[in-house]
Each structure stands twice: as structure tokens, then as C-alpha cells.
């Protein structure tokens, strides 16, 4: 089994930072990525921003140029900093992970979700 566990939730003012961070343990072989999700009421989950194994990186239009993800693919972790948060940044945030375990094929985890509130 595999197990993602997010940690760095909080309430900030708007305009502040805060860090999220995700630990993938478990029954790894590989990861193919780890990525950021934020649900928000009454709106599909949305993908904040991936990073591959390789280091790669993406993100989506509404967190380009304020929001940072990093990891160690050898410590299988990921980190989102998030700088200059407004109230739209509300929201549960997600860690999400596609892993292959040992002989099995690649399957997608989710973790339980931090909540990230911003208040104006």
C-alpha cells in the first residue's frame, strides 16, 4: 500500500506565504509524478502544478509566477510554495501521486488534503 501524507495547512492573511509539503511512503517501486490539487466548494478539483521524477515542472495559469513546486525524487517528497495567496487560494489542497508498486503496474494516489485558508 501506498501512502501520501500532506503537512503545512493553515490560515494566512492575503498576500502572505505558506509551504505545503507531501511525503509519498509505502510499497514504491517508481514515481512517475507528484502533483498539487485544490478543491474548492461547488468546483472540480483542480491541478495546481505536477513535477515528473525527471524534475520536471508544471503549472496551471492561475498559480504561474506565485506558486513553486519542488521535491527529492530520491526522498519521494514534494514541496508547493505559495507566495503572495489571496482568497482564491482557498481550499482543501490535495497531494497527488502516480507510483508504480513493486511488480504491479502504476496506479494514482491521493492524500487526505490540507486546508489552506486565506483571509482578506
Known amino acids: 500500500q501506498v501512502q501520501l501524507v500532506e503537512s503545512g495547512g493553515g490560515t494566512v492573511q492575503a498576500g502572505e506565504s505558506l509551504r505545503l509539503s507531501c511525503a509519498a511512503s509505502?510499497?514504491?517501486?517508481?514515481?512517475?509524478?507528484m502533483a498539487w490539487y485544490r478543491q474548492t466548494p461547488g468546483k472540480q478539483r483542480e491541478l495546481l502544478a505536477s513535477?515528473?521524477?525527471?524534475?520536471?515542472?508544471s503549472y496551471a495559469a492561475s498559480v504561474r509566477g506565485r506558486f513553486i513546486i519542488s521535491g527529492d525524487s530520491a526522498e519521494n517528497t514534494v514541496t508547493l510554495q505559495m507566495n503572495n495567496l489571496g482568497p482564491e487560494d482557498s481550499g482543501v489542497y490535495y497531494c497527488?501521486?502516480?507510483?508504480?508498486?513493486?511488480?504491479?503496474?502504476?496506479?494514482?494516489?491521493w492524500g487526505r488534503g490540507t486546508q489552506v485558508t486565506v483571509s482578506s
Open positions: 513535477r515528473r521524477s525527471s524534475g520536471a515542472t
Open positions: 497527488n501521486a502516480r507510483v508504480r508498486p513493486p511488480n504491479k503496474s502504476f496506479e494514482v494516489y
Open positions: 509505502g510499497s514504491i517501486f517508481e514515481i512517475d509524478y
